[in-house]
């Protein structure tokens, strides 16, 4: 009888906490719109191309290439989103309005000196222990189809070696020094790296655009949750198109 009422009881808790944690994120999201209303001022929705940046995180070899230790963790939204093409899409127009690129790459040294692998947290020791992404190999190689051509101005920064793309490299510095305001955020992963990169983003008082169509996760249902109830906290979520269209550019229509 004792483990029945244990059991009940616990039931009731999680149901209370599940309850309170979605009237929170509720008072949040919904409470913002109530006190808009009440004389905060509207949110953009045309934005300078010259005050903007599209950060790409981790199109590389392990999430891009078939044969890559991660790919088919995100195979499923690559293939239902045809991420990769639509990403190149969005990088071609991206240029052609004059936004700044920047590309974000994820790499250590062959014998991981900069990390610490007494860290509790299991991002770093997992990258030790399974000797991957080291600099100047395959596996920390580009995307291809998003290498600048003669003529871009895209910029690439060392490799990161935290989990968001602000982490030791110089990004805050260089995007403050070009006057950008405006950030939005696509690649690999949803629920790590990119959700990493658009808080940080968020607490340097960038405005953040987190881009669905083109940012996969390594769970695709709790990714779904995090765009659904928690990346509205700290970043517009949107389409390529709906970022594209407040440039100016029509959206494509779809088939």
């Known amino acids: ?70 790919y088919h963790n995100v195979q499923k939204e690559l293939d239902e989103k045809h991420l990769l093409d639509r990403t190149v899409d969005l990088v071609k127009k991206a240029r052609s309005l004059g936004i700044t690129v920047v590309h974000i790459t994820e790499g250590y040294t062959h014998d991981y000196r900069e990390l610490d692998p007494t860290n509790p947290g299991g991002f770093h020791r997992g990258q030790i222990l399974r000797q991957a992404w080291k600099v100047g190999t395959k596996e920390t190689s580009y995307y291809e189809p998003l290498q600048p051509g003669e003529g871009d101005k895209d910029l690439f920064l060392p490799p990161r070696i935290q989990t968001t793309a602000f982490g030791g490299t110089g990004l805050d510095q260089v995007l403050r020094s070009k006057g950008i305001k405006n950030v939005a955020v696509a690649g690999f992963t949803t629920d790590v790296c990119v959700y990493a990169t658009v808080t940080s983003a968020y607490d340097l008082g960038y405005h953040v655009y987190a881009l669905r169509d083109a940012m996969a996760g390594y769970f695709p249902e709790q990714s779904e949750q995090m765009l659904k109830n928690t990346y509205p906290m700290w970043s517009k979520v949107m389409s390529n198109d709906e970022f594209l269209g407040m440039f100016g550019l029509e959206r494509r229509t779809e088939r």
């Open 1 to 70: 009888m004792l483990k029945i009422n244990l059991r009940s009881a616990f039931h009731d808790l999680t149901d209370r906490s599940t309850f309170r944690t979605a009237a929170l994120a509720a008072f949040v999201l919904l409470g913002a719109s109530s006190v808009n209303a009440q004389g905060l001022p509207p949110l953009d929705k045309v934005l300078n191309p010259a005050e903007t940046a599209l950060i790409l995180v981790d199109f590389q070899y392990p999430f891009t290439n078939p044969a890559g230790a991660n």
